[in-house]
């Protein structure tokens, strides 16, 4: 599961189109006011298949994400995505730093409001040193949910204009569930963001909704296509 933020220059494969629109983005408590560039996506032939497996994950996918849209891309899992790290990635360091991974400089109170967007604090003033506490490698002292509101935090403090979002919710209780849902509804908010769901609640933060099945896409809608597939 994985939380990506990107830069407006990261899609630079030959399959993937980017095209940067200025887009003026809504003042919110959990983070200052910015002007990011959310770029209109496509996905053109896109294929993939795992090294020993004869089916093909993804199999000639063509795919736009318009300027500022989010899409939820749904279907069983293992239905087709060629990148899907298990965890965040953290480091051996403190809990900031694991934060300002995208942004090293950034002043420790725009650190805090990106924690604030995540729903972190609570968890995080509760370790023993608090932002400064140490973890261990790959964040051992963490569980799964934490290290998933950590990297949520750090994609809110990158404030990239793309951002790519995989099943960030698979480790949370309903209650802190329903709460980073609403915080993520913010911070995609003027974002162009590819949400990979197989979780109801999570592929609702989309405009339009994807159908995946055997690596092609099947189906387009809204929410209520969400309601024939997920559960």
Same mark, same amino acid.
């Given at each position: ?20 629109? *200025?887009?003026?983005? =809504?003042? @919110? ?11 209109? /996506?496509?996905? #053109? ?5 795992? =090294? ?18 989010? /899409? ?26 694991? $934060? ?6 950034? =002043?420790?109170?725009?650190? #805090? ?10 968890? $995080?003033?509760?370790? *023993? ?12 002292? +963490? ?10 935090? #750090?994609?809110?403090? #990158?404030?990239? =204009? ?20 609403? @915080? ?10 590819? /949400?990979? @769901? ?17 690596? @092609? $896409? ?6 209520? +296509? ?6």
């Amino acid at each position: 599961q994985a939380v990506i933020a990107l830069p407006v220059t990261a899609p630079s494969a030959s399959a993937l189109d980017a095209t940067a629109i *200025p887009v003026t983005a =809504p003042t @919110a408590t959990a983070r200052p006011p910015v002007v990011v560039a959310a770029p209109r /996506v496509e996905l #053109r032939g896109v294929g993939y298949a795992y =090294p020993g497996q004869d089916r093909p994950a993804l199999d000639g996918l063509d795919l736009v994400l318009r300027a500022g849209e989010t /899409v939820a891309l749904v279907g069983p899992s293992g239905g087709g995505v060629a990148w899907v790290p298990q965890d965040p990635t953290l480091v051996a360091g403190t809990v900031a730093d694991n $934060i300002r991974l995208g942004e090293p400089d950034a =002043p420790f109170d725009a650190v #805090r409001r990106a924690a604030e967007a995540a729903r972190a604090t609570s968890f $995080i003033e509760a370790l *023993p040193d608090g932002f400064d506490t140490v973890l261990g490698e790959r964040g051992l002292r +963490l569980s799964g949910g934490q290290r998933q509101r950590l990297a949520v935090a #750090r994609a809110a403090l #990158r404030d990239a =204009p793309l951002v790519v979002l995989d099943e960030f919710t698979a480790h949370l209780d309903d209650r802190t569930e329903a709460e980073l849902l609403a @915080a993520m509804a913010e911070l995609l908010r003027d974002r162009t963001a590819l /949400v990979i @769901a197989h979780r109801r609640r999570t592929a609702q933060l989309a405009d339009r909704v994807v159908r995946l099945v055997d690596g @092609a $896409i099947v189906a387009e809608g809204d929410d209520r +296509l969400v309601d024939e597939v997920l559960s």
